[in-house]
């Protein structure tokens, strides 16, 4: 960096030279001056060069935070919906309480038509029982 400096000193204070007209040439001191104030502005340009070149990489930075902030609050969220999903399933519902059920008989005769003239296909129900109960309290239930 620093041969950079010089040749860049050089160079403007050459450019300034040339530019100037001959008559009037500067003194020492107004080169001085010169050189100093475009150092001043190669160190200035140079602070902002690196910034640039950081700035690239802090925004990779910040947007890979971003995107784990969004992705811990998603989850977060999710937690949240699992736990009311939980608790709700974790509390009786009314039809817990209640009871079906019941049973029955049938019977299917499938005869053959030997000496008769009619088919005696027959279905007969002999029991059909439905079972109905409702738990109103641990020590109340109705069957």
């Not at 998603?74 to 974790?90: P, Y």
């Amino acid at each position: 960096m620093n041969k950079v400096k010089q040749v860049a000193t050089a160079a403007a204070a050459a450019l300034l030279v040339v530019s100037l007209p001959s008559a009037a040439a500067p003194s020492n001191e107004e080169l001085f001056q010169i050189i100093q104030q475009q150092n001043q502005r190669i160190e200035s340009l140079e602070t902002q060069l690196r910034k640039a070149r950081q700035a690239p990489e802090q925004t990779q930075e910040q947007s890979a935070n971003t995107k784990q902030q969004a992705l811990e609050q998603t989850v977060a969220a999710q937690q949240e919906q699992i736990n009311a999903l939980a608790d709700r399933a974790s509390q009786p519902s009314k039809l817990d309480k209640v009871s079906i059920g019941g049973y029955g008989e049938l019977h299917y005769n499938n005869l053959d038509k030997q000496d008769r003239s009619e088919d005696l296909d027959q279905l007969d129900f002999h029991r059909f029982v439905l079972f109905f109960g409702y738990e109103f309290a641990k020590n109340l239930r109705f069957y």
